[in-house]
Every structure is written in structure tokens, then in C-alpha cells.
């Protein structure tokens, strides 16, 4: 977390005039954040390397909790089986490994913030930039996932989890507004994929007018 809060520090431009000020590349640097993306990876990696190579089980237990465990589990299943590099595999991916799971997004009371959902999306950004290929989505999808993590404006995410979003269901009168604005909202990748047919249609006209 302390990472995440120095990491975003170097997003608020020093004085440029001001030589006492540290440059972009070096808060950056020093936040750790790329160290932690690279550390993450790099574990994944010996996972997947005993299961590919080694056809051997790995067992994640970190004293840090369940969050990075999730984090390199993912990694390590995006890694190995190309279905989860699809739109909808990572869809299933991350439901039934931070949703189902009952991930707490929010922290408790929805106040102490938690970045290691956006960790792992960062460390799923850097292999689609790696391997821009291997992937069904690019780096725009994560970034909408990650945006979109925040906004209550779908309701994959509205409640953090399945466990909360039962809670409120069952939570009679005093939930009810909440209930409401699950019912009146759509799934986040429901609504991604309007986008992608509408950017085709949108495509398939400009190509056959362009053709005309």
C-alpha cells in the first residue's frame, strides 16, 4: 500500500525550477512499485515453469495474506492456459479468483483502500505488452477494468464481492436505495462488449463507404 502512495506521488509534477526536486523516474524508482510488478512476475514465473517443465504442483502461502496469492495464482494461470488471454476467460478468471473468492476491494467499512487488484492489473498490463499477441484484449480493457473498479457504475463490482452483494440483498429496508442501484445497473463486461460491437459496426461502415 505504501508503494501505491508513493507511486502516485510521482504523478504530481515537481517544480521544474526547483533542482531539489526529484525527477519522475526516480519517485517512481523509489516508490518500489516496479520492483513489486517485477517481483510478482517473477514468482509466477517459477510456478509456471515447475508446472510446465517440471509438471509439478506449486503451493502459494505468503505471510503478507491471501491478496498476492491471488495475484500470482492469476498470473500463473494466464501464463499457462491461453483461455484465460481471452475476453471471456479473463472475465472468469477474475470472478472466480478476487469476486468469488470475496476479495475485499474497499477495505473494511469500504475506507482503508486496498491497490493489489490494480497490482495485478498492472502486472497483466506489462504481459499484453510483452506479448501483444497472446492476448484477446489490450491495455485499454484493463485500464476500463481498473477505472471501472471504482465508479458503482456497473454492478460487477458494486459490493466488492458476492458475500456483500448477498448481505445486501437480505438486508431488508435500510439496504434497499443499494439493492436498487445493483438492479438498475448492467454487468461491466456486458457493457464492454456493446463497445467492441459497436466499434466493428462503426469500422464496417467507414471500411464499405470508404469501398463505395
Known amino acids: 500500500k505504501k508503494s501505491y502512495q508513493d507511486f502516485q506521488n510521482a504523478f504530481f509534477a515537481p517544480n521544474p525550477k526547483d533542482k531539489a526536486e526529484k525527477s519522475f523516474l526516480e ?5 518500489k512499485w516496479p520492483f513489486n510488478v517485477c517481483k510478482a512476475l517473477s514468482l509466477a ?11 509439478s504442483s506449486s503451493l502459494f502461502s505468503l505471510t503478507d495474506g491471501t491478496e498476492l496469492c491471488a495475484v500470482l495464482t492469476c498470473l500463473s494461470q494466464i501464463s499457462l492456459d491461453p483461455y484465460y488471454r481471452t475476453l471471456l476467460g479473463f472475465q472468469k478468471l477474475v470472478e472466480k479468483e478476487w469476486l468469488e473468492f470475496a476479495y475485499n476491494f474497499y477495505g473494511k467499512n469500504f ?3 486496498s491497490p493489489i487488484f490494480l497490482f495485478f492489473l498492472d502486472c497483466v498490463y506489462q504481459l499484453t505488452f ?3 499477441w497472446a492476448f484477446e484484449f489490450n491495455t485499454y480493457y484493463l485500464s476500463f477494468i481498473g477505472f471501472h473498479n471504482f465508479t ?12 456483500v ?10 439496504f434497499a436505495h443499494a439493492d436498487d ?11 464492454s462488449a456493446f463497445l467492441d460491437s459497436y466499434s466493428i459496426n462503426q469500422f ?9
Open 152 to 163: 458503482d457504475k456497473f454492478d460487477t463490482f458494486l459490493f466488492g464481492n458476492e458475500t
Open 45 to 55: 514465473t517459477s510456478a509456471i515453469f515447475l508446472a510446465d517443465v517440471c509438471m
Open 111 to 113: 475506507v482503508d483502500f
Open 27 to 31: 519517485i517512481i524508482s523509489e516508490s
Open 165 to 174: 452483494a448477498d448481505d445486501v440483498e437480505e438486508g431488508g429496508e435500510s
Open 130 to 132: 510483452q506479448f501483444p
Open 204 to 212: 464496417s461502415d467507414i471500411f464499405n463507404s470508404s469501398n463505395s
Open 181 to 191: 442501484n445493483r438492479s438498475d445497473t448492467k454487468s461491466l463486461y456486458s457493457h
